[in-house]
């Protein structure tokens, strides 16, 4: 099916251990974005990229990692997992930065 | 320091009466702005925007209302309905900017 899907939908792991949360779409959108949602806080911007091997730095970057090399994948990586770090992640695309995202279902990820 | 505010986390309407939510924004730059809406286990897909240059844009129920020289956008939903149960965030870009910056969320719930 075309779209954006996000893997996997349930992750629980253990503090420092590394943890990759993958992304792909099938619009070739230029833009793909990595949010977090947490209770109080609402949507936090971790990583954007603006094309393939472009990425670049949201509100709340430490402690994760991102890579682009083809344009339908987008992967978020935590090296050393924290318990902090526990939260929904959402992956998102959009054919620019400033037009209307397009978002995954979500991983839940659940650090202990 | 918080960009986009919603400042109600929460909203209870009855069925068929007026929803508003409403969400206020310090930066002067954003010119373009974005509802979505969020319900359990899924991710937030777009309702509805308005660009700076109209101060109201309407599609079907949903109403967004624009007040510029107040930093204040609002949702109207008319007539509201059960299924509209669900947080609604606001968002803002700027054509200078790099990503959307999300409010925190209101959840609407909505009784029949």
């Known amino acids: 099916d075309a779209g954006i899907t996000q893997s996997p939908r349930y992750k629980i792991t253990e503090t420092g251990r590394q943890v990759t949360l993958m992304c792909h779409q099938t619009?070739?959108?230029?833009?793909m974005f990595w949010y977090r949602q947490d209770l109080g806080h609402g949507l936090r911007l971790i990583y954007y990229?603006?094309?393939?091997?472009?990425?670049d730095k949201g509100e709340v970057p430490d402690g994760y990692v991102v890579s682009r090399s083809k344009t339908e994948n987008f992967p978020l990586t935590l090296e050393s997992a924290t318990r902090s770090q526990t939260s929904v992640y959402f992956c998102?695309?959009?054919?620019?930065?400033?037009?209307?995202?397009?978002f995954g279902s979500g991983t839940q990820l659940s650090v202990l | 320091d918080q960009q986009v505010k919603q400042n109600s986390p929460s909203l209870s309407v009855q069925e068929g009466r007026i929803s508003i939510l409403n969400c206020d924004y310090t930066?002067?730059?954003?010119?373009?702005f974005l509802w979505y809406k969020k319900y359990p286990a899924e991710g937030p897909t777009f309702l509805i925007s308005?660009?700076?240059?109209?101060d109201k844009n309407e599609d079907g129920r949903f109403t967004v209302f624009l007040n510029k020289s107040a930093k204040h956008l609002s949702l109207h939903i008319v007539p509201s309905q059960p299924g509209d149960s669900a947080v609604y965030f606001c968002?803002?870009?700027?054509?200078?900017?790099?990503?959307?910056?999300f409010g925190k969320g209101t959840t609407l719930s909505v009784s029949s």
């Open positions: 998102a695309s959009s054919l620019g930065p400033y037009e209307k995202l397009f």
């Open positions: 930066n002067s730059m954003f010119d373009y």
């Open positions: 308005i660009s700076s240059i109209k």
């Open positions: 968002a803002a870009s700027a054509r200078a900017g790099t990503a959307l910056i």
């Open positions: 990229s603006a094309a393939a091997d472009i990425t």
């Open positions: 619009w070739s959108h230029s833009y």
